[in-house]
Nanobody, 125 residues
Framework: QVQLVESGGGLVQTGGSLRVSCAAS????????MGWFRQAPGNEREFVAA????????RYADSVKGRFTISRDNAKNTLYLQMNSLKPEDTAVYYC??????????????????WGQGTQVTVSS
């Protein structure tokens, strides 16, 4: 069974950058679509970004488009989220997740069947 472990979260000032990673173990994820979601206190978990198994297709929430970049290294079994121009409203716990295939519902958390434990990202104003 695959396990996902996020890392790289932390405290950053407004306008700063941070890269979070998601390392998979147990089996290869090279054939899985993957995504990042986030959850701020008092809010529901929301979609951030998704990437197809090959890395050839990426999707972003409107709120992060142009600032965040999702990528993957299948040789390292690792998923990344590069976050630039961070804003206080980006503060949340960030979760990576994998799906057998999300099809056209890359934004839907119910399409993903394995989740990491999350990493906290805090953006100070």
């Amino acid at each position: 069974q695959v396990q996902l472990v996020e890392s790289g979260g932390g405290l950053v000032q407004t306008g700063g950058s941070l890269r979070v990673s998601c390392a998979a173990s147990g089996r290869t994820l090279s054939l899985n679509d993957m995504g990042w979601f986030r959850q701020a206190p008092g809010n529901e978990r929301e979609f951030v970004a998704a990437i197809s198994w090959s890395g050839g297709s990426t999707r972003y929430a409107d709120s992060v488009k142009g600032r965040f970049t999702i990528s993957r290294d299948n040789a390292k079994n690792t998923l990344y989220l590069q976050m630039n121009s961070l804003k206080p409203e980006d503060t949340a716990v960030y979760y990576c997740a994998c799906a057998t295939t999300y099809g056209s519902r890359w934004y839907d958390q119910w399409e993903y069947d394995t989740w990491g434990q999350g990493t906290q990202v805090t953006v100070s104003s």
